[in-house]
Nanobody, 126 residues
Framework: QVQLVESGGGLVQAGGSLRLSCAASGRTYSSYVMGWFRQAPGKEREFVAASSWIGGSTYYADSVKGRFTISRDNAKNTLYLQMNSLKPEDTAVYYC???????????????????WGQGTQVTVSS
């Protein structure tokens, strides 16, 4: 079992920055893929970024490439999402997710992840 707790959300003006954190506890195997997803009101949950826990491979949705950076501190079992140049369309609840043995072709698929945090709200004003 893996527990995930997100933090760092808030209200920011367009063009601003936020850093989200996801603290993982429990059975945090090194083979787990960790990811960020988001869900805006009335929309489906969508992939944002993912990182293998070892090896350092990272993956991004086209909509956030060049603006968001995913990283992790293995010693602290913490995943981060640095979000720069935020836009109003980035407004959503952001979720941290974890899953074992997810292939590179599956990192953007929410159903591949076994564990989810409670979410943190990010609101970008225009």
């Amino acid at each position: 079992q893996v527990q995930l707790v997100e933090s760092g959300g808030g209200l920011v003006q367009a063009g601003g920055s936020l850093r989200l954190s996801c603290a993982a506890s429990g059975r945090t195997y090194s083979s787990y893929v960790m990811g960020w997803f988001r869900q805006a009101p009335g929309k489906e949950r969508e992939f944002v970024a993912a990182s293998s826990w070892i090896g350092g491979s990272t993956y991004y949705a086209d909509s956030v490439k060049g603006r968001f950076t995913i990283s992790r501190d293995n010693a602290k079992n913490t995943l981060y999402l640095q979000m720069n140049s935020l836009k109003p369309e980035d407004t959503a609840v952001y979720y941290c997710a974890a899953g074992p043995r997810i292939s590179s072709s599956g990192v953007s698929i929410a159903a591949k992840y076994d564990y989810w945090g409670q979410g943190t709200q990010v609101t970008v004003s225009s």
